[in-house]
């Protein structure tokens, strides 16, 4: 059974930082392509950031470029998403995704992704 748990969400201030973790379990990970989406009230799912199946290729949304992380370490098959200079409009839960590398289709999209976790939620105040 895959298993994707996230952790590390919290509340937080405007410039703050917090450190995502994404825990996988029941699945090949180091063949797997990792993501990150988030999902605000109202607003649809949108992609955060991808890190390739060996780590080598990461890319981010515009929204969070410059600020945010993403990293993956293989021996503890976990995921990891730094957010520096947390901005109000980072706000929402953040979800964990696996994608087959060897698939077709887009990192960029929510619906090529094989597994998901449940989310943890990230508040940032003013």
């Known amino acids: 059974q895959v298993q994707l748990v996230e952790s590390g969400g919290g509340s937080v201030q405007a410039g703050d930082s917090l450190r995502l973790a994404c825990a996988a379990s029941g699945l090949p990970f180091e063949t797997f392509n990792m993501g990150w989406f988030r999902q605000a009230p109202g607003k649809e799912r949108e992609f955060v950031s991808v890190?390739?199946?060996?780590?080598?290729?990461?890319d981010y949304s515009e929204s969070v470029k410059g600020r945010f992380t993403i990293s993956r370490d293989t021996a503890k098959k976990t995921v990891f998403l730094h957010m520096n200079n947390l901005q109000l409009a980072d706000t929402g839960v953040y979800l964990c995704a696996a994608r087959n590398a060897d698939s077709t289709g887009s990192d960029y999209l929510d619906a090529t992704y094989d597994f998901w976790g449940q989310g943890t939620q990230v508040t940032v105040s003013s």
């Open positions: 890190i390739s199946r060996n780590g080598d290729s990461t």
